[in-house]
């Protein structure tokens, strides 16, 4: 979750806005890797998930992430909800979901160094308060009612919200995880062509990340219930975004989309103030109720843009959202397939050439089959399969390319960390198909070994 912005120049005009995007764009040299990942922190004796306060809790955890490894605080009013270090921050999610925002960095490399790093730290801390984590897409067993209240007055405003669109947005927020990896972006036009394919695929990272079988106790016949929840939530906000594959799309529509979302809340002075269902236009001519003859802040956009939930998202950069919480090695697997598909120009060519056929309603169907049915969805004649055998090909040659480009720069091979998704495409099987496996067969629908199958940091030697 991104942590909340103030500050900047008064917004006066639409063209304010759209410079907001076209600052974002940077030349080839300076693009960067910024990869996010969200887990569950759970009581290793009772298995239920951290409360906020207490010995072994999400707010102790902070404290011994601050005490002993320098991260600095971050407070709402007195109540520690994150830290920051060196480009990176810890934050929390509405069901105390433990997201790590990594710094921006050259290469896969350095994100496995911070990814390792951060494990050692956790599972340190959370060894000394009884704490694990489960590094899955949607939680197993917990119902709604299980799940912490944070002292984040966001959530407070979202959660009412969210029961009022759609059927699935409190579940969303309270008991899912995700991982993603933030890309840059060159130029207008290469922002779009990003765009497209990332939209277009993000299937495609669905069905090869799906981990989350099982709900409330019980497999529930899809292999994302994650994607699942994303399909029935506040649909102004949430979806494929057909419109970006029309002709003349670019910073301009995407800035009129985002104007058209409905606001979620206006920060001033530290205090959320409720602005739910409200309308930025409305807030660019200074006639938002809650603010009269106010105009907005540069801090107010880059706020409302984070109240935004497509699958692919772009503010100074472009976030790819389409993938469940997996294992250590998913995590890095998930950066590696998006950096090798669009951060070369002949793989972002040849992914476009693999989707530009695509319409909305196969885009559409592609990504219902992956939540349902994982590698083995299809639509048609396309199988996600085939589709994702494509897409790593193309994938692994866009890092090859990384590495030759980098001439005498000790430079390692980055299609390494591509091995874990290698693997599930010679199964035929995603980690969700695994977990289905392991609760039929072997736990016998008892899910109490979930936690330790799933855990992630506690095998670190600390």
Known sequence: MSIPQKGGKKIESFEQLVSFFEAGCKPKSQWLIGTEHEKFGFNRITHQPLPYEGECSIKSLLEG?????????????????GLAKNGANISLEPGGQIELSGAPLHTLHETEVELNQHI??????????QAEFLAIGAAPEWTHEQMPILPKARYKLMTEYMKKVGRFGVNMMYRTSTVQVNL????????????????????????????????EGKQT??????SRFWQDLDSSRTGMLPFVFDEGFGFELWTNYALDVPMYFVIQNGDFLDARGLSFRSFMQGKLPILPNQLPMDSDWANHLTTIFPEVRIKKFMEMRGADMGSYNHVLALSAFWVGLIYDQTALDAAWDLVKGFDEET???????ASKHGLKGAHNDIRILDLAREALKISEAGLNSRRQAAKGINHIDESQYLSPLKEALQNGLSQAEVLTKMGEEKWKGNLSSIYDYCRIGTDVDT
């Open 221 to 226: 016949g899809y292999m994302s219930n994650r």
């Open 363 to 369: 885009r559409e169907n592609l990504r219902i089959q």
């Open 120 to 129: 050692r730290e956790i599972a340190q801390i959370g060894h000394s308060i």
């Open 184 to 215: 840059d972006y060159s130029s207008e036009t290469d922002m779009v062509q990003k765009f497209r394919v990332a939209l277009a695929l993000q299937p495609v990272a669905t069905a090869l990340f799906a981990n989350s079988p099982y709900f």
């Open 65 to 81: 992430l601050r005490n002993s490894f320098n991260w600095q605080p971050i407070f709402e009013g007195e109540n520690l909800i």
